[in-house]
């Protein structure tokens, strides 16, 4: 997908397009205010002011048509520099404007003219508005002014531009694919998960067929993690303030963490992570260095308050299930130990196939000492010690400042997910810092008190996103093993006893080998029946007609494909049972 931030050429056109639409909505709505306009990594947006007036889906058309007209004009972009007096003088009526105004010095204000519109900008812009003629507007939605949600809601439009009708085109089918991909979309026909304001936003709940997927990465995972000597516990999802006071997360983190309750005196919150928990399981009894590594893992439910702008099904919420572990290690263990995390991210995501995705090694920003904990010798250790492994292992990577943990560097590893930008999915944290807080130890074999150090890991990351990301990755079409039905069986008639008696015989054999089969024998033609099991991405419909019955077979399609197969129950049964066991 086009990157229009990071594209001089589609940046400034964007750009552009931008003053072109809020030059068009200007003449349709004359009392609108603009906020800012930005180029983003998708196109452009910007952020308006229409009093009581709500953008809806039929008003995108007229400010397109708006703009097509404005187009035509083939007005030029004229920058003019202004003093800020000036500038305070030409936007007295725009609250908006003169707050950013505020911000600026005398003498680096400028501003363009383009025909009835002038617009607060910086630039640069393209030489006259006929060159922002290949444009469509994408979406809308309403944001907090500032991102602040006690602040005014303000309309966002968002658009793209292109020099040519045919890249605009050949974009525009980009996204209709993506659209197609989306897990919210796909998580909708397959009746996987659902949000609902009533509950919260942010917090999706997991219908049957779902949590069944969601079961399946839980098990595969822990399965994965108990060959690895972790050992699985289960800790509260909440915790005191003091926790997070000790562990430093309340001074760094608190603005991203849920309100604190009061209760009998003493303050709770919501847990945004899971190691201030685990840190308390390790301390609960002494340790020698003969016990070391102990690996402690969890599939935690944690809370944290993201801005309602980024919330995005499962991808993002406010509720998730981290796919947790924390590694009690020696100094001399931190190389095996981070080698057998890495090991593990890398064949986890062999079986599942996933190859698109960069190493990252995130590290503090040193100038900014309020985020990281002050401690240049903890860091600089940290820092090295991981580097250090990363180069041994042969691991590529970049460097990335101002992307750590508040307590430690950490490797990412961000895939790029068939819809939207960069993420990450794994991470590997090394810590030295929250054993100190926590006042760990162990006795080395000199008979000495030391502190251990942490490996924080997630491989899948959180079971939601992880699940978000193969939902798209796959469009839906997910292995056998994972899908939610993996069999459907369609009697070709529902008002013949026998022949839904089969189909019922046919369910037995397969529930009778753990296999997830359902029943269609609702009174509907089969054609109607097939492709709503083609919709709800089912990988094997079963047809069972008058001669599977009498002959005891079973005639298949695999989802995607318009041949039917036709073979013996016995030899169905075992074939689908070989293949979700191999994890094929």
Not at 133 to 161: A, E
Not at 362 to 367: A, C, T, V, Y
Not at 413 to 433: I, R, W
Request: with cysteine.
């Amino acid at each position: 997908m086009v990157d229009f931030k990071n594209d001089e050429r589609l940046n400034t056109l964007n750009h552009s397009c931008a003053h072109l639409m809020a030059q068009a909505v200007k003449h349709l709505y004359p009392e609108a205010k603009f906020w800012v306009g930005p180029v983003v990594s998708e196109g452009f947006y910007y952020d308006i002011d229409l009093g009581d007036n709500v953008i809806r889906d039929e008003d995108i058309a007229a400010i397109e048509k708006e703009m097509k007209k404005v187009a035509k004009t083939g007005k030029k972009i004229i920058r003019r520099e202004i003093s800020k007096q000036e500038a305070l003088e030409l936007f007295k009526d725009d609250e908006y404007k003169l707050d950013l105004i505020s911000n600026l010095e005398d003498g680096n204000i400028t501003c363009y003219d383009q025909g009835d519109f002038t617009d607060l900008c910086r630039g640069p812009h393209v030489d006259n508005v006929k060159l922002c003629r290949n444009f469509k507007l994408i979406k809308h939605s309403g944001v907090y002014w500032k991102g602040d949600s006690k602040n005014k809601v303000l309309q966002r439009i968002y658009g793209v531009c292109f020099p040519t009708p045919e890249e605009l085109e050949e974009h525009l089918k980009l996204l209709e694919e993506a659209k197609e991909r989306d897990h919210r979309k796909i998580g909708k026909d397959m009746q996987l998960f659902m949000v609902d304001d009533l509950i919260g936003r942010g917090l999706p709940m997991f219908l049957p067929k779902g949590y069944i997927i969601w079961q399946e990465l839980e098990n595969y995972i822990k399965a994965k993690e108990r060959k690895a000597g972790y050992l699985h516990v289960m800790t509260p999802c909440v915790g005191t303030v003091n926790l997070y006071k000790t562990s430093g997360h309340w001074d760094h983190y608190k603005e991203n963490m849920f309100p604190a309750m009061e209760v009998e005196g003493e303050s709770f919150v919501l847990r945004p992570m899971n190691c201030p928990h685990h840190m308390m399981i390790y301390a609960n009894r002494m340790h020698s260095y003969k016990d070391l590594p102990i690996r402690i893992g969890e599939i935690a439910h944690d809370f944290r308050f993201e801005a309602s702008g980024t919330l995005k099904g499962i991808e993002r919420g406010r509720h998730f299930c981290q796919n947790d572990a924390h590694l009690f290690v020696t100094p001399e263990q931190i190389k095996d130990e981070f080698s057998k995390v890495v090991d593990m991210i890398f064949s986890t995501y062999k079986d599942f196939n996933i190859t698109d995705y960069r190493c990252v090694l995130s590290l503090r920003d040193p100038e900014d000492k309020e985020k990281y904990h002050d401690d240049d010798e903890m860091w600089n250790k940290a820092e090295n010690a991981l580097r250090e492994v990363l180069n041994v292992l042969g691991i590529e990577y970049t460097e990335e400042i101002g992307e750590a943990a508040f307590y430690g560097p950490k490797l990412d590893v961000n895939v790029k997910p068939a819809v939207g930008n960069e993420y990450t999915l794994s991470t590997c944290q090394l810590d030295f810092c929250l054993p100190a807080k926590f006042n760990l130890s162990y006795i080395d074999k000199d008979g000495e008190r030391k502190t251990p150090v942490v490996l924080h890991r997630a491989i899948l990351g959180s079971l939601d996103r992880f699940m978000a990301y193969i939902l798209e990755e796959t469009k839906g079409n997910l292995p056998l093993w994972l899908a939610p039905v993996q069999v459907r069986v369609l009697p070709v008639t529902t008002d013949k006893e026998e022949l839904v008696n089969y189909a019922k015989e046919v369910c037995d054999a397969l529930e009778a080998k753990d296999i997830r089969v359902e029943l269609d024998g609702r009174a509907e033609k089969l054609g109607y029946r097939m492709r709503e099991g083609q919709v709800q991405k089912v990988p094997y419909l079963l047809v069972i007609g008058n001669n599977e019955k009498d002959e005891r077979t079973v005639s298949y399609r695999l989802h995607g494909e318009m041949n039917t197969t036709t073979v013996s129950l016995e030899e169905f049964v075992e074939k689908i049972k070989n293949q979700i066991d191999s994890k094929a």
